[in-house]
């Protein structure tokens, strides 16, 4: 039996920072002006009033070598996804519109992990993360409230650097659905986004594009139509459409024309159905964790390592039922197309009843990976919440790291002292 290895110098510091420091970095009111500048004043005090758990006081430290573990682990199963073995695993289990071969990589890739005892373990992918403008915004409204913060802190950090990265991502999509140029008009699509717990970031989204001079409107998929050349909304012609719907393969009636008009080439949406299939159906954590297959494929050493942090994933299947609940308590169980942790349950709390419906199919069983901690301070009192971290990239590149603060199972931004916070790196 391996023994687990000490954690190093800065590890070490991390987690002490993580239990001890209850430091407030976050300079509230330059965060809530530049929501209110940079979505044009659209975003309104009434909307971020109403969200007063979206961003958490408290940092998340984390040292520089676990992220750079974590990194490998995304740059690994980008590789992986490259084989075609691994896209002929995902053709055989995926529906035919995600074979449809349009060009982009899509934007905002969303890579979660939890910080065990051994290193970083990957819960979860996504392929339309939400968060990366808020985050960005965060970023650049945090202050070193003493001397040891300012050595976990760059304050010199271009502020101008995600807009530029954010920019050149979605015109590398646009290029690389042979469009010449940059978009011009691009629509920010969800159904009913008004009522979406993150529409004030859909609102920084649209200035952000303004901001290059692309016109941008935020719609719901519904309200789109398709002439047979073009996708309008609102009559007008749309070129991109940033996608942030749910429905991953396109298959709600309502959204017939971006359906249609995607399997056309008539607009480049980002990200796509096929996307989705290659990274985020959770079937796919089941080969990504098994390692005599993916070396039966090639795949060299130094990726299987980085691999190891992938958790082991299982496909729940009645023939199954019997052994997977005899070992719930060490197992997650999530819908294979599920997303924002929508009926998922830790084995240890399963009833039968809930039991008896994971088990006709549609799951995954995956190796349970408790959250991180962080200790905050609400009103004099110290108190734990857990914690995720989450990489978002593009193209196997990190655009930024964040954590989320919670309680309960899973993510809620509803928790007192919880909500988005910004890496502090050690």
Same mark, same amino acid.
């Given at each position: 039996m391996t023994s687990t290895p000490p954690p190093s110098f800065a590890q070490s %510091?991390?987690? !002490? +920072?993580?239990?001890?420091?209850?430091?407030?970095?976050?300079?509230?009111?330059?965060?809530?002006? !530049?929501l209110l500048r940079d979505s044009g004043n659209t975003i309104t005090q009434e909307l971020i009033d109403a969200r007063p758990n979206l961003f958490s006081n408290a940092p998340m430290f984390l040292s520089a070598e676990l992220l750079a573990q974590m990194h490998s682990t995304v740059r690994a199963i980008e590789s992986v996804a490259r084989l075609p073995m691994y896209r002929e695993y995902i053709a055989a289990q995926s529906p035919a519109i995600a074979q449809h071969e349009s060009g982009p990589l899509g %934007?905002?890739?969303? $890579?979660?992990?939890?910080?065990?005892?051994?290193?970083?373990?990957? @819960?979860?992918?996504?392929?339309?993360?939400?968060?990366?403008?808020?985050?960005?915004?965060?970023?650049?409204?945090? =202050?070193?409230?003493?001397?040891?913060?300012?050595?976990?802190?760059? +304050?010199n950090d271009d502020n101008d650097k995600f807009d530029w990265a954010f920019w050149n991502m979605f015109l590398n999509e646009w290029h690389l659905q042979g469009r010449a140029g940059s978009p011009t008009r691009v629509a920010i699509v969800d159904e009913q986004p008004e009522e979406q717990y993150l $529409?004030?970031?859909?609102?920084?989204?649209?200035?952000f594009f303004e901001r290059h001079a692309v016109e941008a409107v935020i719609v719901d998929a519904a309200a789109l139509e398709y002439d047979g050349t073009r996708l309008l909304a609102s009559g007008k012609p749309v070129d991109m459409v940033y996608n942030r719907l749910v429905d991953f393969v396109l298959d709600n009636p309502a959204h017939a024309a971006l359906r249609q008009a995607y399997l056309d080439d008539a607009v480049v949406l980002t990200p796509h159905p096929g996307v989705h299939?290659?990274?985020?159906?959770?079937?796919?954590?089941?080969?990504?964790?098994?390692?005599?297959?993916?070396?039966?494929?090639?795949?060299?050493?130094?990726?299987? +390592?980085?691999?190891?942090? %992938?958790?082991?994933?299982?496909?729940?299947?009645?023939? &199954?039922?019997?052994?997977?609940?005899? =070992?719930? &308590?060490?197992?997650?169980? &999530?819908?294979?197309?599920?997303?924002?942790?929508?009926? %998922? $349950? =830790?084995?240890? &709390?399963?009833? =039968?009843?809930?039991?008896?419906?994971?088990?006709?199919?549609?799951?995954?069983?995956?190796e349970f990976a408790p959250p991180s901690e962080r200790m905050i301070e609400i009103d004099g009192n110290k108190e734990a919440r857990k914690a995720d971290i989450r990489l978002y990239t593009?193209?196997?590149? @990190? +655009?930024?790291?964040a954590a989320r603060l919670y309680q309960g199972q899973t993510t809620n931004f509803r928790t007192p002292g919880g909500g988005f916070a910004p890496i502090f790196s050690v």
């Amino acid at each position: 039996m391996t023994s687990t290895p000490p954690p190093s110098f800065a590890q070490s %510091v991390a987690e !002490a +920072l993580n239990k001890e420091c209850f430091c407030i970095t976050l300079d509230r009111p330059a965060l809530h002006d !530049a929501l209110l500048r940079d979505s044009g004043n659209t975003i309104t005090q009434e909307l971020i009033d109403a969200r007063p758990n979206l961003f958490s006081n408290a940092p998340m430290f984390l040292s520089a070598e676990l992220l750079a573990q974590m990194h490998s682990t995304v740059r690994a199963i980008e590789s992986v996804a490259r084989l075609p073995m691994y896209r002929e695993y995902i053709a055989a289990q995926s529906p035919a519109i995600a074979q449809h071969e349009s060009g982009p990589l899509g %934007v905002f890739m969303g $890579y979660d992990f939890h910080l065990s005892a051994n290193g970083p373990r990957l @819960i979860e992918i996504n392929t339309n993360a939400g968060g990366a403008f808020l985050n960005a915004a965060l970023a650049n409204a945090q =202050r070193a409230c003493c001397i040891e913060m300012e050595t976990c802190m760059d +304050l010199n950090d271009d502020n101008d650097k995600f807009d530029w990265a954010f920019w050149n991502m979605f015109l590398n999509e646009w290029h690389l659905q042979g469009r010449a140029g940059s978009p011009t008009r691009v629509a920010i699509v969800d159904e009913q986004p008004e009522e979406q717990y993150l $529409y004030p970031e859909f609102q920084l989204a649209r200035d952000f594009f303004e901001r290059h001079a692309v016109e941008a409107v935020i719609v719901d998929a519904a309200a789109l139509e398709y002439d047979g050349t073009r996708l309008l909304a609102s009559g007008k012609p749309v070129d991109m459409v940033y996608n942030r719907l749910v429905d991953f393969v396109l298959d709600n009636p309502a959204h017939a024309a971006l359906r249609q008009a995607y399997l056309d080439d008539a607009v480049v949406l980002t990200p796509h159905p096929g996307v989705h299939a290659l990274f985020a159906d959770k079937r796919n954590l089941i080969v990504l964790s098994d390692r005599d297959l993916l070396a039966s494929w090639g795949v060299d050493e130094s990726s299987l +390592l980085a691999l190891g942090n %992938v958790l082991r994933t299982e496909v729940v299947t009645p023939e &199954k039922a019997e052994q997977l609940w005899a =070992r719930r &308590k060490q197992l997650f169980f &999530k819908p294979a197309a599920g997303y924002g942790g929508k009926a %998922v $349950y =830790r084995g240890d &709390k399963l009833t =039968r009843g809930t039991w008896e419906e994971i088990v006709k199919g549609g799951y995954v069983a995956q190796e349970f990976a408790p959250p991180s901690e962080r200790m905050i301070e609400i009103d004099g009192n110290k108190e734990a919440r857990k914690a995720d971290i989450r990489l978002y990239t593009y193209d196997g590149n @990190i +655009l930024l790291t964040a954590a989320r603060l919670y309680q309960g199972q899973t993510t809620n931004f509803r928790t007192p002292g919880g909500g988005f916070a910004p890496i502090f790196s050690v």
